[in-house]
Structures are given as structure tokens and as C-alpha cells.
């Protein structure tokens, strides 16, 4: 059975600290890999990842993806009372119309 | 451009009920997924519809069922609700159907059941 598993689960942090939360997965036909940020309601998109150690980088926020190893880690340099969400990885498969979301990793960043 | 509508915000209904819950696409797209995010975990697929033909079906009963229609707007209802159908359910929308990458989600509409 395909799975996504998001660690840790939950992660409290102090403003200016690094943060690297990671997602492994097991699937079958596996196409690419995403990460979003929760808020309150809609996931939004933050990165899309289908090669191999090629990094993405947006501002303080950064991902890779190790194919062979199956993970991925997205990184929070700096963080601030903002990043403060939950963190989704989410996979999807060739011939599916789905994404498959791990449970997310609550980030709470205190001042 | 509006982005994913959906309504109602939230809802509370009782066990044994059934809920009719509505998602706008964003304009020109003709994709539409449900998703059921229950507190603590990931989204959940249970439906994709493309042009109102459903293309995916998620590990959810036949108390859910779902249509898209020509406006490619999309209800999801559930039948005799249970307590664990509690959750916040989220539409996507995307321009295409076979890559869910670039879909678009909503605010949700997060329901409670008692």
C-alpha cells in the first residue's frame, strides 16, 4: 500500500531557529513530490520536486528530493511567528488523479 | 480571477443526516476533486470529476457520492452521516485532469457531526 510519512509530527521553535521537516514515501508509479502550507483552511502550494538533488529555494524556505532514498526534507532558515502552520507533503503517481498527503507536520514558531 | 469557492463554511449536523456541500472552480477549470482532511491528518482523495464524468474514486463508502455539472461547478454529499464524518473537506480544481500537481485548493468546508 502507498505511504507518505511526514516527521516529526509536531516541532515548537523559537523565532531565528532552523527547521528541516522531512517526508519518506513508499509508491508505486511515483511521478512527483509536493509541499504545501496549512494555515487555517487551504493547503497552499510551496514547492514541486521530481528530480534528484536539485534543489528549490523560495526566499528562506528550500527542498530536495532523493529518489533513490525516497525522502525529502524542506528547510526553514530563520523562521518567523509566520511560518507557524502545518507543513503537507503530498505524492502523485502516473495513471492517478490523486495526490497521496502524508499527516503533516504542525510547526509552531514562538517569539 | 476568484480563486476555489466553496460553501458552507461550516456546518453541524446530526447523526444520520445528509450534507450537501458546493465548490466553484476556478474559472476554466473543468477538473474538480474532494478531499476529507479529519484533524491530525492529511487529506484524503475521495473523488475526481472531469467533465462531470467521475475519473477517480477514493476508499470511501457509498455514502458519499458526488456530480459535476456543465458549469463544471461540483456537490459532494454524504448520506447517514456518523460521527467520523467529521472533518474539514476540501475541493481542488484544476485545468486538466491527469495531473493533480496543479490543482487549486479551497477554503474548505469543515463540518461537525453530533
Known amino acids: 500500500e502507498d505511504k507518505v510519512v511526514q516527521s516529526p509530527l509536531s516541532l515548537v521553535v523559537h523565532e531565528g531557529d532552523t527547521v528541516t521537516l522531512n517526508c519518506s514515501y513508499e509508491?508505486?508509479?511515483?511521478?512527483?513530490l509536493l509541499w504545501y502550507k496549512q494555515e487555517k483552511k487551504a493547503p497552499t502550494f510551496l514547492f514541486m520536486l521530481?528530480?534528484?538533488?536539485i534543489e528549490k529555494k523560495s526566499g528562506r524556505l528550500s527542498s530536495i528530493l532523493d529518489k533513490k532514498e525516497l525522502f525529502s526534507i524542506l528547510n526553514i532558515t530563520a523562521t518567523q511567528t509566520g511560518d507557524s502552520a502545518v507543513y503537507l507533503c503530498?505524492?502523485?503517481?502516473?495513471?492517478?488523479?490523486?495526490?497521496?498527503f502524508g499527516a503533516g507536520t504542525r510547526l509552531t514558531v514562538k517569539p | 480571477d476568484a480563486g476555489v469557492t466553496q460553501s458552507p463554511t461550516h456546518l453541524i449536523k446530526t447523526r444520520g443526516q445528509h450534507v450537501t456541500l458546493r465548490c466553484s472552480p476556478i474559472?476554466?477549470?473543468?477538473?474538480v476533486s474532494w478531499y476529507q482532511q479529519v484533524l491530525g491528518q492529511g487529506p484524503q482523495f475521495i473523488f475526481q470529476?472531469?467533465?462531470?464524468?467521475?475519473?477517480g474514486r477514493g476508499n470511501f463508502p457509498d455514502r458519499f457520492s458526488a456530480r459535476q455539472f456543465p458549469n463544471y461547478s461540483s456537490e459532494l454529499n454524504v448520506n447517514a452521516l456518523l460521527l467520523g464524518d467529521s472533518a474539514l473537506y476540501l475541493c481542488?480544481?484544476?485545468?486538466?485532469?491527469?495531473?493533480?500537481?496543479?490543482?487549486?485548493f479551497g477554503p474548505g468546508t469543515r463540518l461537525l457531526v453530533l
Open positions: 470529476y472531469y467533465e462531470k464524468e467521475e475519473r
Open positions: 481542488a480544481s484544476s485545468r486538466d485532469r491527469g495531473f493533480p500537481e496543479t490543482q487549486y
Open positions: 503530498a505524492v502523485g503517481r502516473y495513471n492517478n488523479n490523486d495526490m497521496r
Open positions: 509508491v508505486t508509479n511515483f511521478r512527483s
Open positions: 474559472s476554466g477549470h473543468k477538473s
Open positions: 521530481t528530480s534528484s538533488g
